[in-house]
């Protein structure tokens, strides 16, 4: 945990939190596909497991831009020492300032993001692409209903019509 720490800082809960939002969605989501859940339910919770993932990485690249700007403000933040001191003293001012820990979220956010669609894509991916395809042949299986019984309401009017002693 210290080492966490020394590498992510404070944003280990904001990363800790997206993670259990979507491990529960991603639980949610397979009970529903389970279930036979009508097709919007399926879409949304899809849907919200991929806004955790993108916040994961998101934060990734928020918390880089937060750290870097903070190891800046801290290394140029006595500035006579700083340009007294040369190049090395701030290298280290930035280090200390958090520099690696701003660059170590980047990291972390981009794998754990990219390993957020694995997991997603190889625990759920075959049964939601299942989903998807019953719910578009239901629309296209009503489609063809409709038009069967219009084509036979269509054929039984011109019978009728075809018939001796009728006029159109």
């Known amino acids: 945990m210290d ?3 020394i590498n992510l800082g404070a944003s ?3 990363f800790a939190a997206l993670l259990i939002a979507y491990f529960i969605t991603l639980g949610r989501l397979r009970r529903r596909l389970d ?3 009508p097709i919007d339910h399926i879409v949304q919770l899809d849907h919200l497991t991929d ?3 993108t916040l994961f990485f998101g934060t990734g690249v928020i918390w880089t831009a937060i750290g870097m700007r903070s190891a800046l403000l801290y290394a140029l933040g006595d500035r ?3 340009l007294s001191q040369g190049a090395f003293a701030m290298l280290e001012r930035m280090i200390e300032g958090g520099i690696l820990l701003a660059l170590s979220t980047t990291i972390f956010g981009g794998i754990g993001g990219y390993m957020m669609r694995v997991y997603k894509t190889i625990t759920l991916g075959a049964e939601l692409q299942r989903h998807y395809d019953r719910a578009a042949r239901a629309d296209t299986s009503e489609m063809r ?3 069967s019984r219009i084509e036979h ?3 039984n009017g011109a019978a009728e019509s075809a018939e001796p002693g ?3």
Do not use: C, D, G, K
Request: charged share 10%.
């Open 80 to 82: 006579e020492a700083a």
């Open 51 to 53: 806004i955790w993932t």
């Open 35 to 37: 279930a036979a859940s």
């Open 166 to 168: 009728v006029q159109t």
């Open 153 to 155: 309401h269509l054929r």
């Open 145 to 147: 209903e409709s038009l």
């Open 3 to 5: 080492w966490a720490y």
């Open 12 to 14: 280990i809960p904001v």
